[in-house]
């Protein structure tokens, strides 16, 4: 906790960044819940409970739809599989302790992984990524709150281009590590490339699990490397 409290002032700020575009995206989310007829506990029950963006979106989406909760389940349960990979790459940072570990997992999302991972000493990757992972928490779960007492006020939610937010954020987040690392890159590269090929072809937030395929690539490349 102390060193928590002792973290240097830029991880504060670049956080910030990323706590305020999950606040504005959380807010599109409870709004487009509630207008679309669902009552304001399901939204904000569903954050605190599986805290997962793309999940949500398209769980809703298949519940305003016409579909069953079974339906909706099996499909965010579909687009969360990503964060295994993401949990095996912060696992370090986590801790040993159980309740610290499983406090860790439930905040594992693209952007705290994106933010712990793009620092080098492990130290700060692990303040950056409680940093971001509490925070990013809070002002969801309160984003999404609002929205969903906003209700239908706020209109087409679409028409703010909210959905730019995540994607502007996660690409300043892994720069760095994309500039110096040339493994990185190629494998982002294809990962970029599938995603952008599938997006016309599959459901809302499968790119992005697709994309992961630009990691076999990384792990070939390293074990060349090594030999």
Known sequence: MRSLLRTP?????????????????????????????????????MSVLVY??????????VLLAGGGPVAAAATGLLLNTRTVAFGLAVADVLGRGRVARLLGAHLVTDE????ALAQED???????????GIGLFVVWNLGV????????ALG???RYGL??????????????????????????????????????LVPSGLPVL??????????????VARA
């Open 156 to 158: 087409d939610t679409a």
């Open 112 to 115: 705290t992984v994106a933010f």
């Open 9 to 45: 002032r830029d991880l504060l700020r670049d956080a910030s960044l990323v706590w305020l575009a999950s606040g504005v995206v959380g807010v599109s989310f409870g709004a487009i819940s509630v207008a679309g007829g669902l009552p304001v506990w399901v939204p904000v029950l």
């Open 210 to 223: 697709l994309a992961l395929a630009g990691l076999a690539l990384y792990g070939r490349r390293r074990e």
């Open 163 to 200: 959905d730019a937010a995540f994607p502007a954020v996660l690409v300043a987040l892994v720069l760095p590590t994309l500039r110096k690392d040339a493994a990185v890159r190629r494998a982002a590269l294809v990962g970029a490339g599938v995603a952008l090929a599938v997006t016309p």
């Open 52 to 61: 997962a963006g793309s999940a949500q979106f398209s769980a809703v989406g």
């Open 122 to 132: 492990p130290r700060r990757r692990r303040a950056a990524f409680w940093i971001s």
């Open 145 to 152: 709150l609002a929205g969903a007492l906003a209700g239908g």
